[in-house]
């Protein structure tokens, strides 16, 4: 027998984190009578301007490069950057959409009344605070191998070749400047992108959690009448019972789309940030580089990036799962012994969910597994293809 509580729980909390960066990084200012508002907005501006700043330098460094050991000890990191932008500033288009969904929760978690229900939604709490932080270790290990660099360097060196407006070799001072200007850009940008390749995750964890625990409460209906005083017993309380689950399934079918429109131009983006990557930095390792702190680097990167399109693939697919599960539990339901009202708004349900399958990245790719063997294995053919001019 299921145990009823109390409902506490809020499933917006998953994005907690998300939200504290978005806000260091300028992305929410206060309300328009706070006299914090106008200092806000010029740190906001301030800040951001590594998004264009940092990725110019890389890529006018780039075009300027005069060997092959030079344009890819610069290009996977170009590549990177300059993706990273691209992503941060879709984020900043979508991100009152993003707080749209917080109304969405609300109604949602209250309708989870079960322990089992509330179990659901807390696990998904929980995985999105841990990709967050597993992401964050990742990207302070990429920050400081990339100081190693400099550390290491018998002569002086920047943490990522990148042109600069004067002449930084010139003297320790024009060094120091140049470094600091670095350690803040790439500081800025490690903010940025955290938040840019960890939010699809979160949102993707918290749509499953609610899908699962919709798929319970549907699941319900299936136990037999005096098996448990707790559930309905008559066909119309049966059916009342499933007109609530109907309604909340268009705030779990609104939600999906809400989300399904702001991951898909992030989540294209990381596919091809990643498969780039990747094979650059596979040229790079095994036939350019000779210095143990750029390869250590180097590496970190790699993994991170690959690690990147891995999670967010295994996430899409236990949302596959997720949806599954719900069709699973639909028939469960017992429906033969209900009545032809009943059949009719189970029936929607079932469409609905067999219609949002996968969730795709660029509206056409799906977020699945598969796919990121597919982007491996893309990768390593251009790989193939980058070593032969080698």
């Known amino acids: 027998m299921s145990k009823l509580f109390v409902n506490d729980i809020n499933t917006w909390q998953a994005f907690k984190y998300h939200w504290m960066l978005w806000k260091l990084c300028g992305l929410q200012p206060p309300t328009p009578d706070s006299k914090w508002l106008k200092p806000y907005l010029a740190y906001a501006i301030i800040f951001n301007l590594t998004t264009l700043l940092f990725p110019l330098s890389l890529v006018l460094d780039l075009l300027l490069s005069q060997n092959l050991t030079e344009i890819f000890q610069n290009l996977y990191v170009t590549v990177t950057v300059v993706f990273s932008s691209i992503k941060f500033i879709n984020v900043v288009l979508i991100r009152k959409k993003l707080l749209d969904v917080r109304f969405l929760l609300e109604h949602l978690d209250v309708r989870a009344r079960t322990a089992e229900q509330r179990q659901e939604l807390e696990n998904g709490i929980t995985m999105a605070h841990k990709c967050f932080m597993i992401f964050l270790r990742l990207y302070i290990c990429a920050v400081i191998t990339s100081q190693l660099v400099v550390y290491f360097s018998s002569e002086r060196v920047l943490m990522y070749p990148s042109w600069l407006p004067w002449d930084w070799k010139a ?85 999906y789309l809400t989300i399904q429109e702001c991951l898909s131009t992030t989540c294209l983006a990381q596919f091809i940030a990643t498969g780039l990557a990747q094979c650059i930095i596979g040229v790079y390792i095994l036939y350019v580089g000779d210095d143990f702190s750029r390869l250590l680097n180097s590496s970190v990167f790699f993994c991170a990036v690959t690690i990147e399109i891995l999670v967010l693939c295994y996430f899409g697919d236990l949302y596959c799962q997720a949806n599954e599960f719900l069709i699973d539990s639909i028939y469960a339901t017992n429906w033969m012994d209900r009545d032809g009202k009943f059949k009719k708004a189970l029936l929607l349900v079932l469409h ?20 990121f063997v597919s982007i491996m294995k893309t990768a390593y053919s251009i790989f193939t293809v980058l070593n032969k001019f080698n």
């Open 352 to 371: 609905r969910a067999q219609m949002t399958n996968c969730l795709k990245a660029g509206n056409f790719i799906p977020v699945m597994l598969p796919t």
């Open 171 to 255: 003297s320790r001072g024009n060094f120091l400047f140049a470094l600091l200007f670095q350690i803040y850009a790439v500081s800025a940008q490690l903010g940025q992108n955290l938040g840019n390749d960890t939010y699809p995750q979160a949102y993707i964890v918290i749509l499953i959690a609610h899908i699962r625990a919709l798929a319970l409460r549907i699941q319900s209906l299936g136990i037999l009448e005096g098996e448990t005083p707790l559930e309905p017993i008559s066909q119309e309380e049966y059916y009342r019972e499933l007109s609530n689950c109907v309604k909340d399934h268009e705030n779990v079918h609104d939600l």
